[in-house]
């Protein structure tokens, strides 16, 4: 269409992909039975929620800090279009699973697996993360004896793997290192956490495993609730959430 890369990329792209987020995330609450004021707080959280990073500097060093660099925001999220195509099909996976759980329809249930199955092609990460959502899925069916429906676990996994391998059959199979970009979060001076970091080396030099995961789930728990901020509330409802939507 003649349109410059760079405009495509960083100008309109970014709009585009905003607003599909948003309406893929508002039918998605419209399924699982959220109200409409639910669905506006929903929204806002969306866009404009951040972190707290600034309390937990208060909190440490008794004063507030804004320039401890954020996991994400409205603004850098959008700059990275691999990772928000992939959060976009993602959740266009979860809608379509859930109303193939609802009503039964297999061209759903194969819509969503190729939908979780592409992911891996946009991102890796949200694609690990996917995949270990529908092995979930996958234990949860087996726990309800719901045999049928495995096959779509099994085709995202199949399709996962056909994205995947022939781009990254020589890049080696990925790392896992759960902790750590939570200690790499705890060792900025900005925010006083670093004395976590050095106790869990302490800890792992005497081999006392047991108090290195306890720095280790510490650090980690900070660094979500300072990253995820005023998000972190979404989880208060989130029982009253799943009981409404399987009815």
């Known amino acids: ?31 699982l039975g959220i109200s409409g004021k639910g669905k506006i707080l929903g929204l806002w959280m969306l866009y404009f929620a951040s972190d707290v990073n600034y309390l937990i500097s208060f909190v440490m060093r008794k004063q507030f800090v804004f320039t401890v660099h954020p996991l994400e925001d409205g603004t850098m999220f959008w700059e990275n279009p691999p990772r928000a195509i992939s959060f976009v099909v993602t959740i266009i996976g979860i809608v379509l699973l859930l109303r193939w759980i609802k009503k039964g329809d297999w061209q759903l249930g194969l819509l969503a697996a190729l939908a979780f199955g592409s992911v891996v092609g946009f991102k890796v990460h949200t694609g690990v993360m996917v995949i270990g959502a529908i092995v979930g899925v996958s234990l949860y069916f087996l726990w309800k004896r719901e045999w049928p429906r495995l096959w779509v676990p099994v085709i995202t996994i199949v399709f996962a793997l056909l994205v995947y391998l022939p781009v990254n059959s020589n ?12 200690r790499m ?32 789930l510490t650090m980690l ?15 208060l409802g989130l029982g009253a959430m799943m009981r409404r939507s399987s009815h």
Do not use: C
Request: net charge negative; proline share 4%; aromatic share 18%.
């Open 171 to 182: 890049a080696g199979l990925p790392v896992f290192v759960p902790f750590e970009m939570s």
């Open 185 to 216: 979060f705890a060792v900025q001076e900005k925010l006083g956490l670093s004395f976590l970091e050095l106790g869990r080396r302490i800890y792992t030099d005497h081999f006392n495993y047991l108090r290195q995961w306890q720095m280790d």
């Open 221 to 235: 728990a900070i660094f979500l609730i300072g990253q995820f901020g005023i998000r972190n509330v979404g989880w």
């Open 1 to 31: 269409f003649g349109i410059p890369v760079m405009l495509m990329q960083f100008v309109y792209a970014p709009v585009f992909m905003s607003l599909l987020f948003g309406g893929i995330s508002y039918i998605l609450m419209t399924d």
